[in-house]
């Protein structure tokens, strides 16, 4: 017997065993999504796309009754034809599921999604516990990606270029 999350508004929505663990299905996150959040955008676009492999980036834009985005998440996927023949359809399909677990539908259920594997991508956090205050206030570090700010800089800055979203 599988197991069954029920929405508010009462739609059951079953949970499938991946690896040993509940996972709910795309398609079933975007009925439960669908059921809460009245105006949205899903899009996606194609990073790469050729006959080996894809990557697709997903983007949700959440919308108040006027139409004014209130909340915004992007995912990427990538997909090989080797593991999936169908590789751009799992692909835009894991890049949309990686958007609503973003936006915390069906979070507890996707795993599968978030997974990195042996690749872990964050930093290690300092046990805060074991941590001495700092004598004096840390000054924030550049991550390499900034958003251009409307001020002007209160020093002159080099000359950066920047893609169509204003990403350095």
């Known amino acids: 017997m599988s197991k069954i999350v029920k929405t508010k508004k009462g739609t059951d ?9 509940s996972y ?5 996150r975007l009925v439960w999504f669908n059921e809460e959040v009245d105006n949205f955008e899903i899009s996606t676009e194609f990073l790469l796309l050729t006959e080996d492999q894809t990557v697709a980036k997903s ?5 108040d009754k006027d139409g004014n985005i209130i909340k915004q998440v992007s995912a990427t996927k990538r997909e090989t034809k080797k593991d999936f023949s169908d590789h751009t ?4 399909t894991g890049s949309i599921g990686r958007c609503l677990a973003l936006c915390n ?3 507890a259920f996707a795993l599968a999604d978030l997974d990195e594997g042996e690749r872990i991508v964050d930093s ?5 516990q074991a941590s001495k205050p700092p004598q004096q206030e840390a000054q924030p570090k550049p991550s390499g990606f900034s958003k251009p700010s409307k ?10 270029q920047t893609n169509d979203d204003g990403w350095q």
Request: hydrophobic letters at 35%; proline letters at 12%; charged letters at 25%.
């Open 13 to 21: 929505l079953p949970l499938v065993n991946l690896k040993g663990k």
């Open 24 to 28: 709910m299905l795309v398609a079933h």
């Open 59 to 63: 983007t949700i834009k959440i919308k």
């Open 89 to 92: 359809e799992k692909a835009e």
């Open 105 to 107: 539908y069906g979070t």
């Open 124 to 128: 290690p956090l300092a046990d805060t």
């Open 151 to 160: 001020s002007p800089p209160a020093t002159p800055a080099k000359e950066t």
